[in-house]
Nanobody, 115 residues
C-alpha cells in the first residue's frame, strides 16, 4: 500500500485545514487508518482513528477534528477546525490491516498554526 498525504499549510489560530491521504496498491487490505502527528522534539502521537465503522480521537482534538473515508476515491481525510498553535506538527497517515499489521505511512504533511 502506498499513501500520499497532502493538505497541510500555514493557518491562523481558529482556522481550518483538511488533510487528505490517498491510498494506492492493495486497497482492500486496509482495515483502518490512523492519523498521527509529531511536533518538533516530541514523540509521534495518535490523533485519530477510523475503521470498522468506528472513529476515535485523542482528547485534545475531540470536537475539533473529524476523520472520514471516501471509498470511491480511496481517500481518507482529517478535517481540522478551530486550530490552535499546539496543533502545529507534521501529520502522518498510517494504514492498518485486519490483523493489526502496519501497511504503510504517508510522507507527512506540515501543519503550522500561527498568527
Amino acid at each position: 500500500v502506498q499513501l500520499q498525504a497532502s493538505g497541510g499549510g500555514l493557518v491562523q489560530p481558529g482556522g481550518s485545514l483538511r488533510l487528505s491521504c490517498v491510498a494506492s496498491g492493495n486497497i482492500e487490505s486496509i482495515n483502518s487508518m490512523l492519523w498521527y502527528r509529531q511536533a518538533p522534539g516530541k514523540q509521534r502521537d495518535v490523533v485519530a482513528f477510523i475503521g470498522g465503522g468506528r472513529t476515535n480521537y485523542r482528547d485534545s482534538v475531540k470536537g475539533r477534528f473529524t476523520v472520514s473515508r471516501d471509498s470511491a476515491k480511496n481517500t481518507w481525510s482529517l478535517e481540522m477546525n478551530s486550530l490552535k498553535p499546539e496543533d502545529t506538527a507534521v501529520y502522518y497517515c498510517n494504514a492498518i490491516s485486519r490483523n493489526g499489521g502496519d501497511l504503510g505511512w504517508g510522507q507527512g504533511t506540515q501543519v503550522t498554526v500561527s498568527s
